[in-house]
């Protein structure tokens, strides 16, 4: 749908209720954003139409102007004018300017904004300052978890930026959003254990996916443990599974002559269309998931591709063609037409009352009759928003797509339309996966008898699947490169996002590494001769515990001793970095740059002879030839990725190993000073 865009432009000499009150008219009357006919003065908006959101099927996707407080309610109340008004006009103008898929963050910043105003007895948008954008970023951190709190702070900043730039507001705010992106860098400890908890499916759901594929009969049960089968495959988002094409499937050679099996794969977030690989291991179980999923879902793509052919007419099986030349239908034939198990013979008038279908009585008779083109009409309509593409942006039909079904149709009590079809979307999934098996939804575990060790419903979110094998990803020592472009990610940095290996993981990642002269650079790359235990009792000694740095992990054993080099890592012989993590890479390269710079000053302040600059000089020409060194490793293609890298020849001087050199200096020089000539002597006893 293209929208005109039409910029803004204040004017500097009236004051900000009148900018304000001109914004709003020209994005009321002037925009075409979210369609021409959009009616700007309703309470809820219904932009189905113009923002399609991949996965959700025929949901339909609403903006409601709905207070903070009641936002969740069944009956939210709406924002106090003129705020209102205001926060409309945004929202459309910064659609045409900022366009965002899901709009729902930035209406959850006006949200906040409202309710930071009402606090202050206020609802004019001019009387917003640095104080109210405050109160509504406490708002946001008060009622939203870290990570959604700063995500929707990015949007109140942008709000806030928009409002001094286009003269809004009475005092222009130069406001930035203090709320702070969560660091999860931390591996240890109950917060760590927690949060990896969150993140991963339990050990039950992993134990119970592949038994509930394997016993799987009913049609439902057969779908939806398919879905769950291809998200073990591979770390892909729901949305991509729920638009993958009747074909799929990929099938090639490798180099060496190996068969080779992989899913077209269309990424969520911008990366280029691509085929995903399956490992040998899992090829068989994917090739029998998508057929599975193909049997199931074979009669709607039937159905789909006749109204790619008759896209005006409504679909009637062989056996019922001779009702569309009929010109009024009885209640029994209309069952018939509509639902496909449907035996209750009030159920056809209730749907033509429901949806204001005109129905009628011939003189003489009894039987309630209805028209077949009022029905055929009524049934067009609620064919899927778009239909007949399942996604325009890529271009699938729902006669091309995998995941549909006609209407109900997976339903436990609800009958099954015959004409009408739905794309499979996020919230039956995870229904299935027991997101809402505390609501007494039955998930898919609990129909086939699958529990917690406790006897708790196991509840799985698809999202965790992807956390889970990166996280083996990591874990296995695949560079970040490799595991950005296996998830699908444009921005390789994403990949710390979904990094939950454990200490304990990392400890027997370099445990493993010991001895090992392919995966280990260093005095760790070969045993010591004559070793009188095993080389793995030998590494666990060695390396009794692990954390991570800026560079990598330090393995110095706290129970010992404190750090006696004060995070001075890179002069340290007890830390290891890994190659093929790009985040911890680039550290190393900007130190290096920071080094050589202070290098570079230290050579100034030893050739103007201010004192002590000479032992800078020899620490900071150290700390460049072991960054050098290291990111020489680092960037060597004969290293292969994941290889543990320490070096090697530091001397290991504690910190009061340091004073003692210092007062052995420094009693020196006064010393020779106390013994010039021409010098005053210190009283005998001073």
């Not at 159920?347 to 429901?354: E, P, Q, T």
């Not at 760790?524 to 235990?533: H, Q, R, T």
């Not at 404190?562 to 007890?574: G, H, K, M, R, S």
Request: proline content about 6%; hydrophobic content about 40%; overall charge negative.
């Amino acid at each position: 749908m293209t929208s005109n865009i039409l910029v803004f432009t204040p004017k500097a000499e009236v004051d900000a209720s009148v900018n304000l009150f001109a914004f709003i008219a020209i994005c009321k009357e002037q925009l075409t954003v979210f369609g021409a006919d959009l009616p700007f003065d309703e309470f809820v908006w219904d932009i189905t139409e113009a923002v399609q959101l991949k996965g959700h099927g025929s949901m339909r996707v609403r903006i409601s102007f709905s207070t903070l407080e009641t936002a969740d309610s069944v009956n939210p109340a709406p924002m106090q004018e003129p705020f209102c008004s205001f926060a409309k006009a945004c929202v459309r103008y910064l659609q045409g300017m900022r366009p965002t898929k899901n709009p729902a963050f930035r209406v959850t910043a006006l949200r906040a904004l409202d309710a930071a105003l009402r606090e202050c007895e206020q609802t004019n948008p001019a009387k917003i300052d640095g104080d109210i954008l405050n109160r509504a970023a406490n708002h946001l951190i008060n009622r939203l978890s870290p990570a959604t709190a700063y995500r929707v702070g990015a949007q109140l900043e942008l709000i806030a930026t928009f409002l001094a730039d286009h003269r809004l507001t009475i005092t222009p705010p130069a406001w930035h959003s203090h709320i702070k992106r969560p660091i999860d860098t931390v591996r240890v400890g109950q917060e760590f254990d927690l949060r990896r908890a969150e993140k991963m499916p339990s050990q039950a759901a992993l134990e119970a996916l592949p038994r509930a594929f394997y016993i799987a009969k009913d049609p439902k049960d057969l779908l939806f443990s398919s879905i769950a089968a291809i998200l073990c495959s591979a770390p892909d988002r729901i949305n991509e599974v729920l638009l993958l094409s009747e074909n799929c499937e990929v099938h090639d050679k490798t180099a060496s002559g190996q068969d080779a099996y992989g899913l077209r794969w269309w990424p969520a977030k911008g990366a280029d269309p691509m085929v995903k690989w399956i490992i040998p291991s899992m090829a068989r179980v994917i090739s029998e998931a998508i057929e599975r999923i193909r049997r199931v879902t074979a009669n709607t793509r039937e159905i789909a591709l006749w109204y790619d052919s008759n896209p005006n007419k409504l679909f009637l099986p062989q056996d019922q063609e001779h009702f569309r030349t009929q010109d009024l239908l009885s209640m029994e034939e209309l069952n018939e037409i509509i639902w496909t198990d449907c035996t209750n013979r009030t159920s056809a008038l209730a749907w033509c009352r429901a949806n204001n279908i005109p129905t009628r009585v011939e003189p003489g008779q009894r039987a309630t009759k209805v028209g077949f083109a009022d029905v055929e009409k009524e049934l067009l309509t609620q064919l899927p928003p778009g239909f007949p593409y399942l996604n325009r942006e890529i271009g699938i039909r729902y006669s091309e797509a995998l995941f549909i079904t006609r209407r109900n149709e997976l339903h436990p009590n609800k009958a099954t339309f015959r004409s009408v079809i739905n794309a499979i979307d996020i919230n039956q999934v995870n229904t299935e996966l027991g997101a809402r098996a505390e609501h007494g939804f039955v998930s898919l575990f609990g129909r086939l008898g699958f529990t917690e060790p406790d006897g708790s419903p196991i509840q799985v979110t698809t999202h965790q699947f992807r956390h889970y094998l990166n996280t083996l990803a990591q874990a296995g020592g695949m560079s970040q490169l490799d595991i950005a472009k296996w998830s699908g990610r444009t921005n390789i940095r994403e990949n710390n996002a979904y990094d939950h290996v454990s200490a304990d993981q990392m400890v027997a990642q370099i445990r493993r590494s010991i001895g090992d002269d392919s995966q280990m650079f260093g005095p760790l790359a070969k045993l010591p001769k004559n070793i009188p235990i095993s080389r793995d009792e030998f590494a666990r000694l060695k390396i009794p515990t692990a954390h991570t740095t800026d560079f990598g992990f330090c393995v110095h054993d706290y129970t010992m001793t404190p750090c006696e080099q004060f995070a001075d890592c890179i002069n340290c012989n007890e830390h290891i970095c890994v190659k093929g993590d790009a985040h911890k890479a680039a550290m190393v390269r900007r130190r290096l740059e920071e080094a050589q710079d202070l290098l570079s000053r230290a050579k100034i302040a030893s050739d103007e002879g201010y004192y002590g600059a000479n032992r800078w000089l020899d620490h900071h020409e150290k700390t460049v030839t072991r960054l050098s060194q290291l990111a020489a490793i680092l960037d060597d293609d004969s290293v292969p990725s994941g290889a543990m890298i320490q070096l090697s020849d530091i001397p290991t001087i504690s910190q009061t190993q340091q004073a003692i050199e210092d007062r052995s200096d420094w009693d020196g020089e006064l010393r020779a000073l106390l013994m010039q000539p021409d010098q005053p002597r210190l009283p005998k006893g001073e």
